[in-house]
């Protein structure tokens, strides 16, 4: 299956659960692998036989922006949906963590795989 990449998208939004992470927006970063068959993209050269990842990373920035989730969990599932109910899009695999947010630590973080049914 081909694979769509969107890598270290780096949003600012309000997600935790302490009332420090919920005053103000912090550094999310997100990596997205989307799974589809962009085999007519590749042999038309048209952005409309595949899923167009500028739109995809438009709606992530957009909604992880405005959503104030208290998980990277909830957030994740949230980026999931979003990609899932592109046309075309097949499967997705969702990665969010918050830099920073344990010490000693790079960042933290989850990763997902969703497939439609």
């Not at 302490?18 to 999310?28: F, G, H, L, V, W």
């Amino acid at each position: 299956m081909d694979r769509i990449l969107i890598s270290d998208l780096l949003i600012r939004g309000v997600i935790g659960i302490s009332e420090k992470e919920r005053e103000q927006p912090q550094d999310i970063l997100v990596n997205i692998t989307i799974f589809a068959d962009i085999a007519r993209a590749g042999s038309s050269d048209d952005v409309n036989d595949s899923v167009n990842y500028r739109t995809v990373a438009k709606k992530v920035l957009a909604h992880t922006e405005t959503i104030k989730r208290y998980t990277v969990e909830a957030l994740a599932s949230d980026i999931a949906a979003l990609v899932l109910a592109e046309p075309g899009v097949l499967g997705v695999q969702v990665r969010v963590e918050k830099p920073g947010a344990v010490r000693f630590s790079r960042s933290v973080g989850v990763e997902i795989v969703r497939m439609k049914e």
